[in-house]
C-alpha cells in the first residue's frame, strides 16, 4: 500500500520561501500523476502544482512563475519550492498521487488522485 507522508510546512512572512516534501513509500509504479492540493477552511481543495510521469510539470495560474514542482525518482520524493509567498498562499497542502495513469486533462482536480497524504499546514503572515 501506497503511503505519501508531507513535511517542511511552517510559517513566514510574505515574500519568503518554503520547499515542502512527500515522502512517498511502498510499492508504486514507473507510470504515475503526483501533484500537490492546498485547503483553507470552508473552501474546496485547489490544484496547485503537478508532475507526470513524463517530467511534464502544469501549475495553476495563481503559482505560476513562483512555485515549482519535482520528483526525485532516485529518493522517491515529490517536493514543492513555494517562493514570493503571499497571504493568500497560506492553507493546510496535500501531496497527492495516483498510479498506472497518466494526469490526463483534470490534473488539478482532486477527484483525479486517489492516494493522500495528512497535510502540512504553511502560513504567510503580512
Given at each position: 500500500q501506497v503511503q505519501?507522508?508531507?513535511s517542511g510546512g511552517g510559517s513566514v512572512q510574505t515574500g519568503g520561501s518554503l520547499t515542502l516534501s512527500c515522502?512517498?513509500?511502498g510499492h508504486t509504479y514507473s507510470r504515475y500523476c503526483m501533484g500537490w492540493f492546498r485547503q483553507t477552511p470552508g473552501k474546496e481543495r485547489e490544484g496547485v502544482a503537478v508532475v507526470d510521469s513524463?517530467?511534464?510539470t502544469r501549475y495553476a495560474e495563481s503559482v505560476k512563475g513562483r512555485f515549482t514542482v519535482s520528483k526525485d525518482n532516485a529518493k522517491n520524493t515529490l517536493a514543492l519550492q513555494m517562493n514570493s509567498l503571499?497571504?493568500?498562499?497560506?492553507?493546510?497542502?496535500y501531496c497527492a498521487a495516483r498510479f498506472l495513469l497518466?494526469?490526463?486533462r483534470r490534473y488539478l482536480a482532486a477527484s483525479t488522485y486517489n492516494i493522500w497524504g495528512q497535510g502540512t499546514q504553511v502560513t504567510v503572515s503580512s
Open positions: 505519501l507522508v508531507e515522502a512517498v513509500s513524463d517530467g511534464t503571499n497571504p493568500e498562499d497560506t492553507g493546510m497542502y497518466a494526469c490526463g
